[in-house]
């Protein structure tokens, strides 16, 4: 797997006034109000918990009219570190004496901005690094890759994507501190119209569980803040706010852990390791969020780790390398189905595991769609994932792509007036869709269109989202971001963004690059997807700001 190293927790002191408080900087947008008639939100990763990153509410940007003519930057949200979390956007805010839509923007520097998603206008920006710490560097992970850790280039405060809860005005993150002995991880729950922390905010990450696994003392383990990575986008679900963990670089030892806190109170309710009696098993999917479906249920692929308990491999407590179904009981999460690729010893070996894309539910269906670093798509029933088998993948649909195609990446999903696809774009292969039948629950792999346009290389590779106007035909636009060149994984690389017709991806309506020198971004933002909504594309950058694009 993509390898992040866990966090070492070492006790400090909690206090809710912890955290810094800046005052607001001025804006580098001397924009007036700009009236806007769409106030959709995009209040989580990936817009909602299918994690399939459509926008079916678009009703200003169609394939008419997004190219370089009539659509490019309009002004530019600065921050003041790299934006690994994707922008969110809650719509018809009453803030500021007005109602407007306001973007949120975290950095791995643990700041958090509210800023005008029309006219660039900040109303507010707080750092939540705790008192009298900083935020960890790369540098402080001193076991990961052999203490060369370059999965980040610096800062590592928030990264994984917050969510808001509308209703109650706030906004969830996971913010990282260190003094450079002492590492913590913090939720913290903000009201999203002042930036100041809500009643019981912050509270210090912490939990153990039962376990003889890796790191144990007396069968029990223990939450650590230094080792655990915070790299998947938080889920809200019925009044819990999820928290997942994966590693640094595989630096042990490590678990997958999945925490629930009560979104009202921030009482931690559910503890899940997902490794208690083996090891690793960290949950990351390219930052991309758990999926969750109207049930209650949450849906997670595990990366590289422990499988099943002796020679029973089918065995619930440790389930590395698996798609699982995960339904609430009591204080944890029980595994009410799994999928694990009977091939799942080669792939640990090889450094291949399962979980490196991030998975999305197909809306209106049963089917999971998760990859694998093998380069293999699976197709999974959800109720029904086809546990493990020795001798075959007891799956929906098993799709090879390119070998070489690692998955590090994002998917995406369309249904359009001329059917439904599912967008696929991994490093070293081709943008793919794949149509996706109702009538047999299978992609049509001999009716897959690809594209032409040169793609990402190296290990990372493209985030995808999707825009449309319900699936009225000409409005569906495929929104792609990625490293132009180098290799994403392990240095800054400069990005791109390109906008194709979502129902025939063989057409590119517009990219970034070709009026360079104004709709140029910076530096890509390695998964974080662009947020796209209200006649806007928000597009988080390793630049220090979010550019923001829409019609001129």
Not at 419 to 447: C, H, Y
Not at 458 to 470: D, E, R, W
Not at 479 to 495: L, N, T
Request: glycine letters at 10%.
């Amino acid at each position: 797997m993509l390898k992040y190293s866990h966090v070492f927790f070492i006790a400090v002191l909690f206090c809710l006034s912890c955290g810094k408080r800046q005052a607001p900087k001025q804006s580098t947008n001397t924009n007036t109000d700009v009236p806007n008639d769409q106030h959709t939100s995009v209040l989580t990763q990936h817009n909602n918990n299918t994690r399939a990153g459509w926008n079916n509410h678009e009703t200003k940007l169609s394939t008419a009219n997004v190219n370089s003519q009539q659509f490019g930057r309009l002004f530019t949200l600065t921050v003041d570190d790299q934006v690994y979390a994707q922008p969110l956007v809650a719509g018809n805010i009453t803030i500021a004496g007005g109602t407007h839509n306001v973007a949120y923007i975290a950095t791995v520097n643990n700041s958090v901005y509210a800023y005008d998603g029309d006219s660039g206008k900040l109303y507010w920006q707080k750092n939540f690094t705790q008192q009298g710490m900083r935020a960890p560097k790369n540098t402080d992970m001193t076991g990961a890759c052999g203490g060369s850790y370059q999965d980040f280039s610096g800062n590592i405060g928030i990264v994984g994507t917050p969510v808001i809860d509308s209703a109650a005005q706030t906004i969830y993150f996971v913010a990282r501190s260190t003094d450079g002995a002492a590492f913590v991880q913090y939720l913290h729950a903000v009201n999203i119209l002042t930036g100041d922390e809500q009643t019981g905010s912050p509270v210090k990450i912490t939990a153990t569980y039962t376990g003889n696994g890796d790191g144990n003392v007396a069968n029990v383990l223990t939450f650590d803040a230094q080792r655990q990575n915070q790299r998947q986008a938080l889920t809200l679900l019925n009044g819990v706010v999820y928290v997942t963990f994966s590693s640094h670089c595989d630096w042990g030892p490590y678990h997958g852990w999945i925490l629930g806190y009560n979104s009202k109170t921030l009482s931690r309710d559910i503890v899940y390791n997902d490794t208690p009696n083996g090891g690793d098993g960290g949950i990351w999917e390219s930052g991309m969020g758990m999926a969750a479906d109207d049930q209650g249920n949450l849906y997670a692929v595990i990366g590289n780790g422990t499988v099943g308990e002796g020679s029973n491999q089918s065995a619930l407590i440790n389930r590395g390398e698996s798609a699982l179904k995960l339904t609430p009981n009591g204080s944890t999460l029980k595994v009410s189905s799994f999928f694990t690729p009977f091939n799942f010893q080669t792939l640990e070996d090889n450094d291949l595991d399962y979980g490196s894309m991030g998975a999305f539910l197909i809306p209106g269906s049963n089917f999971y769609l998760t990859g694998c670093k093998d380069g293999n798509l699976y197709l999974v029933n959800k109720d029904n994932m086809g546990g493990f088998n020795a001798a075959s993948n007891q799956v929906q649909q098993t799709i090879a792509l390119n070998p070489s195609a690692n998955m590090h990446c994002q998917p995406a999903y369309f249904k359009g007036a001329n059917g439904e696809f599912a967008f696929i774009w991994a490093e070293n292969d081709q943008l793919r869709a794949f149509p996706f039948l109702r009538t047999s629950n299978l992609m049509d792999v001999g009716k897959q269109v690809t594209s032409a346009v040169s793609g990402p290389t190296g290990q990372s590779g493209a985030v995808l989202s999707v825009s449309s106007n319900g699936s009225t035909a000409g409005t569906g636009i495929l929104w792609a971001s990625y490293a132009s060149s180098g290799d994403a994984e392990h240095d800054v690389s400069p990005g791109i963004l390109r906008a194709f017709d979502a129902s025939d991806i063989t057409k590119e309506l517009w990219s970034n690059s070709q009026n360079p020198g104004q709709d140029y971004a910076g530096n890509y933002a390695k998964f974080s997807s662009p947020t796209i909504v209200n006649g806007h594309v928000y597009l988080p950058t390793f630049s220090n700001k979010v550019v923001v694009y829409g019609l001129k």
